[in-house]
């Protein structure tokens, strides 16, 4: 079992910056792809980035590429999404999420098995 705490959301300005933190706990950590995902309501949980449990391999929505940066610490058991020049429609609940113990990456949410709580980010133009 693996336990995901988001962080890092809140309100920024169109154009402004955040870096969404997920802490790991439970079972290794370090051997498990991440994702990072977002809600609004009434849609469905919209694939953001992955990265593998290396670090090595990068994957992001076409929406975000450019903007955001995915990347890990092992030795802190973290993920980080770092968020640049953000738009309006970015604003979401963001989530982060976990592949099983060394599992490829993957851009669909159905294959991630451990997920965390969610963190908001709102955008005003």
């Known amino acids: 079992q693996v336990q995901l705490v988001e962080s890092g959301g809140g309100l920024v300005q169109a154009g402004g910056s955040l870096r969404l933190s997920c802490a790991a706990s439970g079972r290794t950590f370090s051997r498990n792809a991440m994702g990072w995902f977002r809600q609004t309501p009434g849609k469905e949980r919209e694939f953001v980035a992955t990265?593998?449990?290396?670090?090595?391999?990068?994957y992001y929505a076409d929406s975000v590429k450019g903007r955001f940066t995915i990347s890990r610490d092992n030795a802190k058991n973290t993920v980080y999404l770092q968020m640049n020049s953000l738009k309006p429609e970015d604003a979401a609940v963001y989530y982060c999420a976990a592949r099983p113990n060394i599992a490829a990456l993957s851009t669909r949410a159905r294959d991630h098995d451990y997920w965390g709580q969610g963190t908001q980010v709102t955008v005003s133009s």
């Open positions: 990265i593998s449990w290396s670090g090595g391999s990068t």
